[in-house]
């Protein structure tokens, strides 16, 4: 019987142990679990405030993409202007250098002229002198 006895109190002095180890347990793992919800909690909100950053930066870069996109068509029209008006002078230059070599013939020609005078004038002369 002092067998049975004993073995009862083993029994029950285990289960005691067992019941406050699992006591103590369940309050260091409510603990740790109240510590990670903490970290997460803050983590997340340190996500929430670099979110609302990066959408701001996002905002300020549409913002500069529109501005340098007007900047862009403002540049290509300037460069179709400058377009234009090169190729309005080479015409022009054109036209110049082809009424330079149109003058430059008329000397020629009037070159040519002021010489067969100059022949006429001198045969007429000799004749006469004659």
Do not use: P
Not at 24 to 34: A, I
Not at 37 to 63: A, P
Not at 90 to 111: A, C
């Amino acid at each position: 019987m002092k067998k049975k006895i004993i073995q009862i109190v083993i029994v029950i002095a285990c289960i005691i142990i067992s019941f406050v180890i699992g006591k103590f347990s369940s309050k260091k793992d409510n603990t740790q679990l109240r510590n990670e919800l903490k970290n997460t909690i803050e983590k997340l909100e340190q996500s929430e405030k670099k979110n609302e950053e990066l959408i701001k930066l996002t905002e300020e870069q549409g913002y500069l993409i529109n501005s340098h996109e007007t900047e862009n068509q403002n540049s290509k029209n300037h460069i179709n202007s400058i377009r234009e008006i090169n190729s309005s002078t080479e015409i022009k230059l054109n036209q110049l250098e082809s009424s330079t070599d149109s003058i430059s013939n008329s000397l020629n020609k009037l070159k040519e002229n002021n010489k067969i005078l100059k022949e006429y004038f001198n045969s007429t002369t000799l004749i006469l002198e004659e």
